[in-house]
Nanobody, 116 residues
Framework: VQLVESGGGLVQAGGSLRLSCAASGSTFSINAMGWYRQAPGKQRELLAGITSDGGSTNYADSVKGRFTISRDNAKNTTYLQMNSLKPEDTAVYYC??????????WGQGTQVTVSS
């Protein structure tokens, strides 16, 4: 499974961005997808997850109500809509695919910078 993130950039506080994660390869093996982020000097943090059919989602408290995870299985793409962005949301954002046999695959990351 290969993952490529896109959609990061520089945005002012209060603004919005939509991240995309395009999957290729053995996409049939993907059971769930997740979005993580890692700020300088901090551990990687799970933000949101979604099941393969999109029927179930979960969010970290830090982003609940502001971020929305979704997926389009026809396009093998998972999205993270980010609204009401804050300077503390600045980080490198990664998507992760979790397969049916328990393997995890990561994208290369996309930088999100929120200016105050």
């Amino acid at each position: 499974v290969q993952l490529v993130e896109s959609g990061g950039g520089l945005v002012q506080a209060g603004g919005s961005l939509r991240l995309s994660c395009a999957a290729s390869g053995s996409t049939f093996s993907i059971n769930a997808m997740g979005w993580y982020r890692q700020a300088p000097g901090k551990q990687r943090e799970l933000l949101a997850g979604i099941t393969s059919d999109g029927g179930s989602t979960n969010y970290a408290d830090s982003v609940k109500g502001r971020f929305t995870i979704s997926r389009d299985n026809a396009k093998n793409t998972t999205y993270l809509q980010m609204n009401s962005l804050k300077p503390e949301d600045t980080a490198v954002y990664y998507c992760m695919a979790y397969t049916m046999i328990g393997r995890r695959y990561w994208g290369q990351g996309t930088q999100v910078t929120v200016s105050s």
